[in-house]
């Protein structure tokens, strides 16, 4: 009798196992909920943030993404201090890769929340313009390391 217990109650610690093993499996990972931080848009700036305003040379950076048959325009711009700052709002559709520009905006972070631009004389955007793209074709490979103690997290391409 006590050797029948005994075999009942290792399967049933089997059994506890299996179904604790697999509803740790079902359940989302927590740290990884919602959009990518690296897609993703900016936080934007408090409305208080004081407006500043860079001058540099506008970048662009454009993405087709043949899985959702979209295309990604990326825009920065590589101040004259060697700074780079992601442009960000309404109204930089007009903007041209190499184009000499004044941004003004509130910034946040490596980003700028655009609320004008004003084109500056300069080296001429067509001429860069006038070169064809360069262009990659590949898999674009990323990795993601968290250190929890700090609250920090980090991408490498």
Do not use: C, W
Not at 32 to 61: F, I, R
Not at 111 to 132: D, N
């Amino acid at each position: 009798m006590a050797e029948f217990s005994l075999r009942r109650s290792g399967l049933g610690l089997r059994l506890l196992f299996a179904a604790l093993l697999s509803l740790l499996i079902a359940l989302p990972v927590a740290g990884h909920e919602g959009t990518d931080a690296v897609l993703a848009q900016p936080l934007a700036p408090a409305a208080d943030a004081p407006l500043v305003a860079v001058t540099g040379t506008v970048s662009e950076l454009i993405v087709e993404d043949r899985l959702s048959q979209r295309t990604l325009r990326y825009l920065a711009l590589q101040t004259d201090d060697g700074q780079s700052l992601a442009l960000v709002g309404a109204g930089l559709e007009s903007l041209v890769a190499g184009a000499r520009t004044e941004a003004t905006g509130r910034p946040t972070g490596n980003s700028l929340f655009v609320a004008s631009t004003r084109l500056l004389p300069g080296p001429a955007a067509s001429a860069k313009a006038a070169r064809p793209p360069a262009q990659a074709q590949g898999l674009l490979a990323l990795s993601h390391t968290d250190d929890f103690a700090q609250g920090r997290g980090h991408y490498q391409y």
